[in-house]
């Protein structure tokens, strides 16, 4: 009966509890259900190619001047730091991760707070955690992660009090934030204009030039940092190729479609004009109106984009659940006690993905006598226990299998598997060569690798990539036999001529 009791008013109880109460809370909430992805390879593309840059930072060399890729540089000290800290350790990596999610679940409480009240505010928070844990590859350590806390901790300080320190300290972490996910720059462009727009229609002026020069001036301090080691060896161009002309050159190559991005900024708008008519949002809080513009300026950047992955979407979650806490405060609802243990059943129920994956590890450990699975690890394994550590490899897949091996990939391309393809950003680090095909030749007939990993029953690039996908399809057949296949991958070897 005392159990029932408790279960029933969790809600309320941690809703009133101290601030160090619920941020644990999160947090073991978080590491709960990322724990069992620890374990994983791979969750994403993209994770890989960070700890392999986050690598060659920690060997001495700053990104994009051994390996490179379309992230801005704070994604890579990031990295740089964890290994530099922790070594080679996945478990250090997701566990960062962990700690991301849970501050920035933390965040979105404290902000949601004063727009609603503390049960509702820890729902929101809880919600953070959920979405940006499961469904899709959200398990690994994603750029959006990092930036993600960055600017939520930023827009946190931005509403606290107009004290120039603590503005100037929102505004160096909006560039730090920027200096992780490019596109962040949208929702700070719009927040400028909102302050100008306020300098404009405002009296007293002086405040609203004051906060805005404070907060630009941290801006740009935060992207200052960044850029400084680079000025600093004289590099600074090569930073703003890879930072700002090789993200747009992609991102106009790569134009995706306005109608598939248009449900989200359609269901926004409906949403909040709906909420203003009905007087169910306060829009002329100017707490609500910063979250709201922010929201904005992210929603536009996937318009512009015209494509939204899954992991996009974590810039959006927090935003959009402290609108959503401030929007349900307004009906007046109470956190009845029936109310509190339906959403611990649904709130223990969501987890499915992590559930599967407890089980998995359990029957890995059991059967590989490893808690650690995936290609990664087996095909290294494989390569090892077949005296092959010493021959070149490249990685068309499973590519964290460079950093296993304690070897590099190929060409600065080859970082990221699909960086092969796009020559839309070769005339920023790649100037020998201008097309895919031209780089694909480059790495197979001059560097040669004698290991060539690939997976089964996928084709190596994207599939309107025809010529890429049929030039190493034919290479590999001529050039290369299969040498064996672990799980979903498949190890090619390359054929010595007589």
């Known amino acids: 009966m005392r159990i029932a009791s408790i279960v029933n008013t969790w809600l309320l109880k941690l809703g009133q509890a101290r601030q160090s109460t619920i941020a644990t809370f999160f947090f073991l909430l978080a590491f709960a259900i990322r724990f069992p992805f620890f374990f994983r390879d791979y969750?994403?593309?993209?994770?890989?190619?960070?700890?392999?840059?986050?690598?060659?930072?920690?060997?001495?060399?700053?990104?994009?001047?051994?390996?490179?890729?379309?992230?801005?540089?704070?994604?890579?000290?990031?990295?740089?730091?964890?290994?530099?800290?922790?070594?080679k350790s996945f478990i250090a990596i997701r566990l960062a991760a962990t700690v991301l999610v849970g501050l920035t679940a933390f965040l979105t409480f404290k902000i949601a707070r004063p727009l609603s009240n503390s049960s509702l505010a820890l729902l929101a928070g809880l919600f953070c955690i959920y979405l940006s844990s499961l469904f899709g590859s959200l398990q690994g350590l994603m750029s959006e992660h990092i930036s993600t806390l960055i600017f939520v901790f930023a827009l946190y300080l931005l509403l606290q009090s107009q004290q120039w320190w603590k503005l100037f300290l929102s505004g160096l972490l909006f560039g730090f934030a920027l200096m992780a996910k490019m596109n962040l720059?949208?929702?700070?462009?719009?927040?400028?204009?909102?302050?100008?727009?306020?300098?404009?229609?405002?009296?007293?002026?002086?405040?609203?030039?004051?906060?805005?020069?404070?907060?630009?001036?941290?801006?740009?301090?935060?992207?200052?940092?960044?850029?400084?080691?680079?000025?600093?060896?004289?590099?600074?161009?090569?930073?703003?190729?890879?930072?700002?002309?090789?993200?747009?050159?992609?991102?106009?190559?790569?134009?995706?479609?306005?109608?598939?991005?248009?449900?989200?900024?359609?269901?926004?708008?409906?949403?909040?004009?709906?909420?203003?008519?009905?007087?169910?949002?306060?829009?002329?809080?100017?707490?609500?109106?910063?979250?709201?513009?922010?929201?904005?300026?992210?929603?536009?950047?996937?318009?512009?984009?015209?494509?939204?992955?899954?992991?996009?979407?974590?810039?959006?979650?927090?935003?959009?659940?402290?609108v959503g806490a401030a929007f349900i405060f307004t009906f007046k609802l109470e956190i009845t006690r029936s109310a509190s243990l339906i959403i611990a059943i649904i709130m223990l129920i969501l987890p499915i993905e992590a559930y599967k994956e407890y089980a998995h590890i359990l029957v890995n450990k059991k059967t590989n006598g490893s808690w650690f699975n995936g290609e990664g690890f087996t095909v290294v394994e494989y390569i090892k226990n077949n005296d092959l550590a010493a021959a070149s490899s490249l990685f068309l897949e499973y590519h964290i299998g460079y950093w296993l091996l304690d070897a590099k990939p190929p060409s600065k391309a080859a970082t990221h598997p699909s960086n092969i393809c796009r020559s839309e950003t070769f005339p920023f680090y790649n100037q020998e060569r201008k097309t895919g095909i031209e780089e694909l030749t480059f790495i197979m007939d001059e560097k040669m690798p004698q290991i060539v990993v690939t997976r089964k029953n996928r084709s190596v690039f994207d599939k309107k990539y025809v010529q890429e996908n049929e030039y190493i399809q034919q290479y590999l057949s001529q050039k290369y036999q299969v040498l064996d296949t672990i799980e979903g991958a498949v190890l090619h070897h390359r054929i010595r001529l007589p």
């Not at 392999?52 to 390996?67: A, F, N, T």
């Not at 890729?69 to 070594?87: A, E, M, Q």
Request: proline letters at 5%.
């Open 185 to 322: 720059g949208y929702a700070l462009a719009i927040l400028v204009a909102y302050y100008i727009w306020q300098w404009i229609r405002s009296k007293p002026w002086e405040i609203s030039i004051y906060i805005l020069i404070t907060l630009s001036l941290g801006i740009l301090l935060g992207i200052g940092i960044c850029a400084l080691p680079y000025v600093a060896i004289g590099e600074s161009a090569l930073w703003v190729d890879a930072v700002f002309k090789a993200p747009l050159a992609y991102a106009d190559a790569s134009q995706g479609s306005f109608l598939k991005v248009l449900p989200l900024p359609l269901f926004t708008i409906l949403f909040l004009f709906y909420a203003w008519k009905q007087n169910r949002l306060d829009l002329s809080n100017p707490r609500l109106q910063l979250v709201i513009i922010l929201l904005f300026g992210i929603i536009f950047s996937f318009v512009r984009s015209g494509r939204i992955n899954g992991h996009y979407l974590l810039q959006v979650y927090p935003l959009f659940l402290i």
């Open 43 to 87: 969750i994403d593309r993209d994770e890989s190619t960070f700890i392999l840059l986050g690598q060659s930072l920690v060997d001495g060399h700053l990104p994009y001047m051994e390996l490179w890729d379309l992230k801005p540089p704070l994604i890579y000290y990031f990295f740089g730091l964890l290994i530099y800290v922790f070594g």
